[in-house]
């Protein structure tokens, strides 16, 4: 059963701040690993998907490697803003086609 | 635009009285899926539909009923809400084929006393 875990729980920057948020997965069949930002309450926002085949993806400020062979994703963010606080999640897919989440990283940027 | 929308955004009821909350993607996909979202838990799949009238139980699927008459829509149904169904509840789709992006409603907050 594939499970997924995010490092750390939370996590308390000052603003301009480069961080790395973690997602590792016990099972490496998978098909994608993708990228999730949440704020208080809300929906989910896509960030960043990576194919198994693929190492990393960037947007604007985020990257996302990710190393299937020994389970893990990071997802760099550069120059941390106040406004990049919420909950970040992962969730790998694999061949069930279920999404598995890991609980997030409550992430808060401190002017 | 693609996307997935779920109704009602928001919704208090009563111990025992059925509702359904509608989930409808634009995007022609085949797969469909409700999760729940609880502190401490993180999201579980509650039931998932691989194309028209074929529907499968998630991880949670005790107290939901869902139905997939067409591929556009798939509804969730609680017959018989209890408070421990008190959630955040979410709808997702995507393409069947594996390496592909989930798409995720706005979610639903669903309050039972």
């Known amino acids: 059963k594939q499970e997924v875990t995010q490092i750390p729980a939370a996590l308390s920057v000052p603003e301009g701040e480069n961080l790395v948020l973690n997602c590792s997965f016990t099972?490496?069949?998978?098909?994608?690993l993708q990228w999730f930002r949440q704020d208080p309450g809300k929906g989910l926002t896509s960030l960043l998907l990576i194919q198994s085949s693929q190492r990393e993806q960037t947007s604007g400020r985020l990257n996302a490697s990710l190393d299937k062979s020994s389970g893990r994703s990071t997802l760099y963010i550069a120059a941390s803003q106040p406004g990049d606080s919420a909950t970040y999640l992962c969730?790998?897919?694999?061949?069930?086609?279920?999404?598995?989440f890991g609980k997030g990283t409550k992430l808060t940027v401190n002017p | 635009e693609a996307q997935v929308t779920q109704n009602p955004r928001y919704l208090i009821t009563v111990t025992g009285k059925k509702l359904t909350v509608t989930c409808s993607q634009n995007m022609n996909h085949e797969y469909m899926s409700w999760y729940r979202q609880d502190p401490g838990l993180g999201l579980r799949q509650i039931y998932y539909?691989?194309?028209?009238?074929?529907?499968d139980k998630g991880d949670v699927p005790e107290g939901y009923k869902v139905s997939r008459k067409e591929k556009r829509n798939f509804p969730l149904i609680l017959e018989s809400p209890s408070p421990n169904q008190t959630s955040l509840y979410f709808c997702a789709s995507s393409l069947r084929q594996g390496p592909s992006q989930a798409f995720f409603g706005q979610g639903t907050r669903l309050t039972v006393v």
């Open positions: 099972d490496s069949a998978i098909y994608n």
């Open positions: 539909s691989m194309n028209v009238e074929v529907t």
């Open positions: 969730a790998v897919r694999g061949g069930s086609e279920k999404l598995v």
